[in-house]
């Protein structure tokens, strides 16, 4: 028996809220891929995201009326129909269920959701080699720029998709008048057909999963590395694997990453030491054979050498460029170009070439975008 004339019971507390949560999430998660430093918290929200995704294909499989895949409308005749009766006639009666536009749209964002869902695992994996994935970051790290393409463009394809969903139910609420905004919401259509009801083992497999969800983000977030973020890439302790490239190189600046500059390079940079960025390094300074050593080990611990994403990308970037300057890489320039000049000006900074006031473990090689500490109003 229909609780309130005129309205049908369609969707249940717990769809409602999981409906809402999937929204959340993806909004969320989408935001935050814009900004290097909440790659952590997008992780975390991409994770509601994926076991929203995950409850939403089991519960059209055993859900209640109206939710599961064999009562959708997904002949291309019925969404023909759809669109002509929507356009000649203003007052048509709604089904109580998914129509047919409905129901190829949770069709179509299930499946894109699931593209970026795995896509994203993947790349987190062997991209930034964290994550469940994180063991494949050795032989898979030349393919991060497909799974980027994918996990891009299948976010804006589900945003477009989602701003179509959104325009067919403002113009159900506006034009024919049926109250579905209100649907979601309440949980009632304006139609005819029969209430759902949901089984207690159903309503408590949607409500452990929005708490599924919601501990898994907050698991995620309470901690920078748990074995849903797990580190590939340990820090460095450059003390232990080459004490007089830390003491002699480090006296007067940070110990960079050799990762971060290809053997070339290196090279260059060790050949030139006479004008070593405006300061004469002597035998005084650095005997002969103490150069002959650190130039060895960061030519064996160059770039080339490295499967972590600065040192793939940073690669990627050069062609046939060998500066010997961090900074001057085309990579370095593009990933710190929203950054104003008057930032590294500041007293905590002082130098663009001070990457350790901004990244924090730096001196680790740890570069982990969870890891930038200085956020200045541009973001990083």
């Not at 976010?155 to 579905?180: A, C, D, P, R």
Request: net charge positive; aromatic share 18%; proline share 4%.
């Amino acid at each position: 028996m229909n609780k309130k004339p005129g309205y049908v019971f369609v969707w249940p507390i717990g769809t409602r809220i999981i409906h809402w949560m999937i929204a959340f999430s993806f909004t969320a998660a989408f935001i935050t891929s814009f900004y290097e430093n909440q790659l952590h918290s997008h992780v975390a929200f991409g994770f509601i995201f994926l076991i929203m995704i995950i409850y939403r294909i089991i519960w059209g499989v055993i859900g209640p009326r109206y939710a599961t895949f064999n009562t959708f409308k997904l002949k291309p005749s019925e969404l023909k129909y759809y669109f002509v009766e929507k356009i000649q006639n203003r007052w048509r009666k709604i089904p109580a269920g998914h129509n047919p536009a409905s129901s190829w749209f949770t069709v179509w964002a299930l499946g894109v959701g699931s593209f970026i869902v795995v896509s994203g695992l993947l790349l987190y994996g062997i991209q930034e080699a964290l994550g469940v994935f994180s063991f494949l970051n050795d032989q898979y790290s030349a393919y991060i720029w497909h799974l980027d393409f994918i996990h891009k463009y299948a976010s804006y394809l589900f945003l477009f998709w989602v701003f179509l969903h959104i325009s067919g139910v403002m113009i159900e609420q506006f034009w024919h008048k049926t109250h579905m905004v209100f649907a979601m919401i309440t949980g009632y259509k304006k139609t005819e057909g029969e209430d759902t009801e949901v089984s207690r083992p159903l309503n408590f497999f949607a409500f452990f999963m929005i708490f599924f969800a919601a501990a898994t983000y907050f698991f995620i977030i309470s901690s920078n590395y748990n074995f849903l973020t797990i580190q590939k890439f340990t820090n460095i302790d450059y003390n232990q694997t080459d004490s007089l490239y830390v003491n002699k190189c480090g006296d007067c600046h940070a110990a960079y990453p050799p990762f971060l500059l290809p053997e070339e390079s290196w090279e260059r940079v060790m050949k030139g030491l006479k004008n070593h960025f405006g300061k004469e390094i002597t035998e005084a300074n650095i005997t002969k054979s103490q150069q002959f050593a650190i130039e060895t080990f960061l030519v064996e611990n160059a770039a080339e050498s490295s499967t972590r994403e600065a040192a793939v990308k940073m690669l990627d970037s050069l062609g046939e460029l060998r500066p010997k300057a961090i900074t001057k890489t085309p990579y370095w320039r593009k990933t710190h170009q929203d950054i104003p000049m008057s930032v590294y000006k500041q007293k905590k900074i002082k130098d663009k070439s001070n990457c350790a006031a901004c990244h924090k473990d730096f001196e680790y090689g740890n570069l982990d975008d969870m890891n930038i500490i200085y956020r200045p109003q541009n973001r990083i």
